[in-house]
């Protein structure tokens, strides 16, 4: 059988509900498992497929526990029953034990303060330790495994359960993962030892299974300089180098997995695809690569007996389904989505390519417009992902881009891979050290001017839109060109000196401009030239731009500027701030609202099309009851 968690959106609670069903191999026998009201997340079968555990706040609960569910029958039961809320939930092996991360509860002091409303805090420092806890499977008994003045970030278990790999860091903030280590230390908390020093941060942690040596992705190069696609490396599980475990293997790392002690498992970013390879640890130069199409594979987990993967599949007529895969073709499992793609036209999709001004190819991904005549222009919305080191694969992309919906306007939808990418190599990746907007944004307008000389985009009806180092990128666009009749900027900087210092992470902004901005003969020039705000006279395009209030990433400030900046200079624009909301906007009417917004706006500036503003399932059931 396999278990997942599907997600929904409930209007009443203002979020997307998620409840666990299953499914047989063969996709049979589809059956929803949970209900509950708040809904459950991070389900995890134990050893022998007999109980299913996951996340949920049941009843009074104030925070969410580890809950058990058995698959012969029965209720759900809280097997946990902590002062904080878990979370990352892992089975020991033989299935006595179930492991879950959780900070550290707040002090009879500070409950009180905050009862007063004597609440001042100081920044950056009021976070709480996360450690790692174990609870008896048979009598819920909570054992502590770790301690001090730091916080587990991630862990894995032996497949013997006899060790534990985690990565520690001085604190649990995003800024401070660079400083974390790989550590290992005995099932029950005993022999710690730390297994690397370097200046990077580690992910996804793993023992191999003769137990000799640890597994780990690090977005660094063979001598943990940073800055560089994600890659595998080992290190011994008894202490020794840390090493690059193939060097020569070319492509980002979104996963990796051990399939035996010899050979590793990875998902490989490829730019507009991602793909399963195996990696022979003894001749890593000969990566295998198992699937190959117009795809990107998440959530994938790789069950060694018998050797089988589990994965959702993104598809230019799918928005994701889940899919296994033994040997040979992989198969779908599920139909989720079916009567979704019955029902409305969906966009076609293509992978298009460019050079850029100075040579470079590019390539990126054209939705079309679902009434697409061949001959005819059409408007161009061009979409920059975030990051920037990512990459927009196939599939249907974010809730806050909806390419689909764009396209059935009947407007192009273009998501160039601009240098800053992933999935093509470290030079690509690194073009933008030293100098962020050195090449980016020609690769996407170079990628404009292609589409306009092919005769598909209309160069009167052009939009540029984007989310975080998309935002960046629209914020860079209008001030380099006119030639963009509307423009939506989200999360997007507009100095990049005070966002160094608002954001929660530098790590990654340092190499870009080649230090600090506070350092001695900090190299201010280099922020300010690649700035937006130093050339925001030149924007005559009208922009609206979004934010949420609570955004640690790109802070509100910066929104704040760009968007006094147009105002001041005649610019039609608007500047629109999300309650409660981070870097990626959550609240179902949040995303409606921003949709409404940049649609209008779109329609008005670029389209010259009328826009009924939709509204939410409840409100149009109010609207249809009205006499």
């Known amino acids: 059988m396999i278990a997942f968690v599907q997600d929904a959106p409930d209007w009443t609670q203002n979020k997307r509900v998620g409840h666990i069903w299953r499914v047989g191999i063969d996709g049979q026998h589809l059956e929803q498992l949970t209900r509950g009201e708040r809904g459950e997340s991070t389900l995890r079968w134990s050893p022998y497929g007999r109980t299913l555990a996951f996340r949920a706040r049941r009843g009074d609960e104030e925070d969410t526990q580890v809950q058990v569910l058995p698959m012969a029958g029965g209720e759900a039961r809280a097997l946990s029953a902590h002062v904080t809320a878990v979370s990352a939930i892992q089975w020991a092996p033989d299935g006595s034990r179930i492991y879950f991360l959780a900070d550290e509860a707040r002090t009879i002091e500070e409950r009180a303060r905050a009862r007063k409303k004597d609440d001042v805090f100081q920044y950056d420092e009021q976070f709480k330790q996360r450690q790692l806890w174990s609870v008896e499977v048979a009598s819920g008994k909570e054992t502590r495994l770790t301690t001090g003045d730091s916080s587990v970030t991630s862990y894995g278990v032996s497949p013997d359960g006899t060790r534990l790999v985690f990565e520690r860091a001085p604190t649990p903030l995003l800024g401070d993962a660079e400083h974390g280590e790989v550590w290992t230390m005995n099932a029950d908390g005993t022999a710690e030892a730390a297994l690397t020093s370097n200046g990077v941060a580690e992910e996804d942690a793993s023992i191999s299974p003769d137990g000799t040596a640890v597994l780990f992705r690090a977005a660094a190069n063979g001598t943990f300089d940073s800055y560089y696609q994600s890659a595998i490396f080992t290190v011994p599980v008894g202490g020794g180098a840390a090493r690059p475990a193939a060097p020569t293997f070319r492509y980002d790392v979104e996963a990796a997995s051990w399939a035996d002690s010899q050979t590793v498992l990875v998902v490989a970013n490829m730019g507009v695809h991602s793909e399963l390879f195996s990696i022979d640890l003894r001749h890593p130069d000969a990566a295998k690569q198992i699937t190959d199409g ?140 030293g100098a962020y907007f050195r090449n980016a944004h020609l690769d996407v307008l170079s990628g404009v001017d292609w589409l306009v000389a092919q005769g598909l985009a209309d160069p009167d009806r052009l939009i540029k839109m984007g989310w975080s ?7 860079k666009v209008i001030t380099f060109t006119t030639r963009f009749k509307a423009a939506s900027s989200g999360a997007g900087a507009a100095d990049w000196v005070s966002m ?56 509100m400030p910066q929104s704040v500027e760009m968007f006094r900046a147009l105002k001041s200079l005649g610019v039609p624009t608007h500047l629109y701030v999300a309650p409660r909301e981070g870097h990626g906007w959550q609240e179902l009417r949040h995303q409606l609202s921003k949709f409404n917004a940049e649609m209008a706006w779109f329609a008005h500036y670029a389209l010259d099309i009328e826009f009924t503003p939709e509204i939410p399932p409840e409100s149009a059931v109010k609207e249809l009851a009205r006499p």
């Not at 899919?323 to 036209?345: H, I, M, N, Q, Y």
């Not at 180092?469 to 914020?475: D, L």
């Not at 608002?502 to 790590?507: A, G, L, N, P």
């Not at 190499?511 to 506070?518: A, Q, S």
């Open 500 to 555: 160094y210092a608002q954001s929660d992470i530098r790590s990654y902004r340092t190499p870009w401009f080649g230090g600090t901005p506070w350092q001695a003969s900090a190299p201010i020039e280099t922020y300010w030239e690649n700035s937006p705000l130093k050339y925001v006279s030149n924007v005559k395009t009208p922009t609206i731009f979004f934010v949420g209030q609570d955004d640690p990433r790109v802070p």
């Open 469 to 475: 180092a998309g935002g960046h990128m629209t914020n």
């Open 294 to 433: 117009n795809h990107a594979l998440e959530d994938w987990s790789y069950l060694a007996t018998p050797a089988r993967h589990v994965f959702v599949l993104q598809e230019p007529e799918h928005p994701g389904e889940i899919w296994t895969l033994t040997s040979g073709t992989p198969e779908r499992v599920t139909d989720v989505f079916g009567a979704l793609t019955k029902s409305f036209k969906i966009a076609r999709q293509e992978r298009v390519s460019w050079t850029s001004p100075d040579g470079q190819p590019i390539e990126g991904l054209l939705f079309y417009p679902v009434d697409y005549m061949a001959g005819k222009k059409y408007p161009l919305v061009v979409q920059t992902h975030g990051g920037p080191a990512s990459s927009d694969k196939f599939g249907w992309g974010g809730r806050l881009s909806y390419a689909e919906v764009l396209a059935g306007r009947n407007c192009f939808v273009f998501r160039p891979n601009y240098r800053g990418s992933t999935g093509y190599g470290n030079p690509f990746l690194r073009d933008m050290v």
